[in-house]
């Protein structure tokens, strides 16, 4: 297991959705060690509640609520009681995402699929980030990290409904950063690689060793090596950073 890396929060209150499991779970955790105050939310009740009982064990400032990005009123009321329980917000990083990972080509994905990985993908990160702009406004310091995907880079196949979505959250970042700039407020992307998480353990072997070869560092890649990028840009080190896309896959793709 790498080291994660690190830098000082302390303090800094910061929302995470879909931080029951996987990234999500590794951004909750490396925030509470880095020293920021965190409430996450996600429809994982059981795993979201072990979580938060496990890292304020351990002395630190976490919390979990329940959370549906589907639903409109679930969104504005989570991050509305967040920062009433931290008396603000700081931080948002919309991680929360599902994917039509049966496999599906263009021609066998369905409408239905299509609505659901857009409506929580998309309207969810739009949702939660204009629920979240007049709290990360009153903060001085605010800043939004989305967690994107390399595969809107390079059009992972069999995936289309994901990749469209992660496209449309990039382009979102950016008109994002134009509007909240005024207020402020940064909004950046990053988009991680093929990670060793539960949500890629669907993935077959071979796709694995492709991503692996096709990297610069050519070795499998963990949820530490998205964590440091996710703190280093809710920190007061990227302040005058806005608008931005930074791919976190190890050479994968290339800017």
Do not use: C
């Amino acid at each position: 297991m790498r080291e994660v890396a690190t830098v000082a929060l302390n303090g800094r209150r910061v929302v995470v959705t879909g931080g029951a499991r996987g990234l999500g779970a590794s951004f909750v955790a490396a925030l509470a060690e880095a020293g920021a105050r965190v409430v996450f939310g996600d429809l994982l009740h059981d795993d979201g509640e072990a979580l938060a009982n496990s890292l304020r064990a351990a002395g630190h400032d976490v919390s979990y609520r329940p959370l549906d990005l589907a639903q409109p009123a679930s969104v504005a009321s989570f991050v509305d009681a967040a920062a009433a329980a931290l008396g603000g917000l700081d931080g948002l990083v919309n991680n929360a995402a599902i994917t039509n990972s049966g496999g599906q080509s263009a021609t066998e994905l369905t409408p239905a699929t299509w609505d659901a990985v857009m409506t929580v993908n998309v309207r969810g990160t739009w949702l939660a980030s204009t629920a979240a702009l007049p709290h990360l406004r009153e903060s001085g310091r605010g800043a939004i990290v989305n967690i994107a995907s390399d595969t809107a880079l390079w059009g992972a196949p069999k995936l289309l409904a994901y990749v469209a979505s992660k496209g449309a959250m990039i382009a979102m970042t950016h008109s994002l950063a134009r509007e909240f700039g005024e207020h402020g407020v940064t909004v950046n992307a990053i988009a991680p690689g093929l990670t060793e998480v539960e949500a890629t353990a669907y993935v077959p072997q071979a796709r694995h060793d492709y991503y692996r070869e096709g990297r610069a560092l050519q070795r499998a890649q963990v949820p530490a090596d998205v964590t440091g990028p996710v703190l280093f840009l809710l920190s007061d080190a990227a302040r005058f950073v806005t608008g931005q896309l930074l791919p976190v896959n190890g050479g994968f793709v290339m800017n």
